[in-house]
């Protein structure tokens, strides 16, 4: 509250002392309006930054989760195609195994089939030699080496080994270049003998 003296001395030394008072009231109160307009001015700011700020932390906030969601998503993935890998990795390494074992088993049987072919040849020969060869011929060996037939015998005539050759050559699919390799006469107890060696190749026997 401002008091106004109207009364004072007559001496007037304080005349115009209202309009003074007035005038310092209005300064004051205009100085008043002049920083309530300023801090309100500056609160506005400083709720416009707050609401800023607590914007782009929500923002953030969201991204990050966006982001977090997106790189387990991401992980789950690489996890499974690892887990397809190795899955896939068992599936190839079984599938080269067995492709190995099919190899062998098809080296092993082709062994038997070749073991098998030469043995039916070994048997062919030896069972056209058995039903071929002449009385007075007789063998004290026979072998197999590879495609070769050896032959170690002895004849009581000559005839009956030349005889015993012609039945080797015209069996041309069971042997092949049928060759005397020797021929001793040798004296026996039942007379002169004639021991000879034959080498022959086996034949395809179709």
Excluded: H
């Excluded at 401002?2 to 008072?21: D, E």
């Excluded at 991401?74 to 099919?102: G, P, T």
């Excluded at 009385?135 to 590879?146: E, N, Q, T, Y």
């Amino acid at each position: 509250m401002i008091r106004v003296n109207l009364l004072k001395n007559r001496g007037g030394t304080q005349v115009g002392t209202v309009a003074s008072q007035v005038s310092e009231f209005t300064t004051i109160q205009s100085t008043s309006d002049g920083l309530a307009n300023d801090n309100k001015a500056t609160a506005t700011k400083i709720i416009m930054l707050l609401i800023w700020v607590v914007g782009l932390f929500a923002y953030q906030k969201y991204n990050i989760s966006n982001l977090t969601d997106q790189l387990q998503d991401v992980q789950f993935q690489a996890r499974s195609l690892q887990a397809q890998i190795r899955k896939n990795q068992v599936a190839a390494n079984r599938a080269k195994q067995m492709e190995k074992d099919v190899k062998e088993l098809q080296r092993r049987i082709k062994i038997i089939k070749d073991l098998s072919k030469v043995r039916l040849q070994d048997i062919k020969a030896i069972s056209y030699i058995q039903n071929n060869i002449p009385d007075k011929v007789w063998l004290k060996s026979i072998a197999f080496k590879g495609d070769k037939l050896d032959l170690i015998g002895s004849s009581l005539t000559d005839d009956q080994l030349n005889q015993f050759l012609n039945k080797l050559e015209s069996q041309k699919s069971y042997f092949k270049n049928v060759l005397l390799l020797k021929a001793v006469d040798e004296q026996g107890a039942s007379g002169t003998i004639t021991s000879f060696e034959i080498s022959s190749e086996l034949g395809t026997f179709d």
